[in-house]
């Protein structure tokens, strides 16, 4: 499946953005479609899932309360609705998917086989 993730740009601390990540290729529903981040000179790491299979959502402690993560199956597209940023949330933001994943596994970029091109997010202080 391929990704295209939109909906970046530049927000002041205490804003919020809705990203969006459009696929293309395959069936959909199957997919668990996650969100990742990656700053300058920091890990990648998770912020938000969404499973193929019963819709459940996953969010890394951080966001939660504040992210909202959804998908439209009909449109093969999730969302990212982020509310409440903070200025250290300025990262690279992917979105990645992959059929079939344990829910063990969800949180780990090395799980996943498909990803976009990543979108920009800055938080000004």
């Known amino acids: 499946v391929q990704l295209q993730a939109s909906g970046g740009g530049l927000v002041q601390a205490g804003g919020s953005l809705r990203l969006s990540c459009a696929a293309s290729?395959?069936?959909?529903?199957?997919?668990?479609v996650a969100w990742f981040r990656q700053a300058p000179g920091k890990e990648r790491e998770f912020v938000a899932a969404?499973?193929?299979?019963?819709?459940?959502?996953h969010y890394a402690d951080s966001v939660k309360g504040r992210f909202t993560m959804s998908r439209d199956n009909a449109k093969s597209t999730v969302f990212l609705q982020m509310n409440s940023l903070r200025p250290e949330e300025t990262a690279v933001y992917y979105c990645?998917?992959?059929?079939?994943?344990?829910?063990?596994?969800?949180?780990?970029?090395?799980?996943?086989?498909?990803w976009g091109q990543g979108t920009q997010v800055t938080v000004s202080s």
């Open positions: 990645a998917a992959r059929r079939g994943l344990i829910l063990s596994a969800l949180r780990s970029s090395n799980e996943y086989h498909s």
């Open positions: 290729g395959q069936p959909f529903s199957p997919y668990t």
């Open positions: 969404v499973r193929g299979s019963g819709g459940t959502t």
